[in-house]
């Protein structure tokens, strides 16, 4: 899907594209004044799309991974980065050094896995950065997440 995407905005005149995508599993917990006031857990998606036309950035971004979703957010980066050529000086457009294109994909190794730290550890956590951050005379109020 995402290699037929960079194909149309290249097909679209485009002079560069890239595609991020992210996709995240965790818990949120939000601490306010030291009350844990949220422990949410969620799966997160999305992606940013770049498009570099006549040496202006377009950029899109969406937290719906389907074809449809992807493409239209081409689309907006393709027509955001055209208007944008449109009115820039010569002097401001961006060029790109000549470098070869690569497909990567980056997984990262964490020393600990934090699905595997306790719910209570992960609080305890957040308690220690109020209190630190509560001890500055100038601090009125923390929310840690």
Same mark, same amino acid.
């Given at each position: ?10 097909? =679209?005149? #485009?002079?560069?594209?890239? *595609?991020?995508?992210?996709? +995240?599993?965790? $818990? @949120? ?51 955001? =980065?055209? #208007?944008?050529?449109?009115? *820039?000086?010569?002097?401001? +457009?961006?060029? $790109? @050094? ?48």
């Amino acid at each position: 899907m995402q290699e037929r995407t960079l194909r149309k905005a290249m097909d =679209a005149g #485009a002079d560069y594209c890239d *595609i991020r995508v992210e996709r +995240k599993h965790g $818990l @949120s917990l939000e601490l306010k004044d030291g009350e844990l006031r949220e422990a949410i857990p969620g799966d997160e998606s999305g992606m940013c799309i770049r498009v570099l036309f006549n040496g202006a950035w377009g950029h899109c971004s969406v937290n719906d991974l389907s074809a449809k979703a992807t493409e239209r957010a081409m689309d907006t980066a393709v027509t955001l =980065a055209r #208007a944008r050529a449109g009115r *820039i000086k010569p002097s401001e +457009k961006v060029r $790109l @050094s000549p470098l070869k294109h690569e497909k990567k994909s980056v997984i990262r190794k964490l020393g600990r896995n934090p699905h595997d730290i306790p719910l209570e550890e992960k609080h305890r956590l957040l308690l220690e950065i109020n209190g630190a951050l509560t001890a500055i005379p100038e601090v009125r109020s923390v929310t840690a997440l």
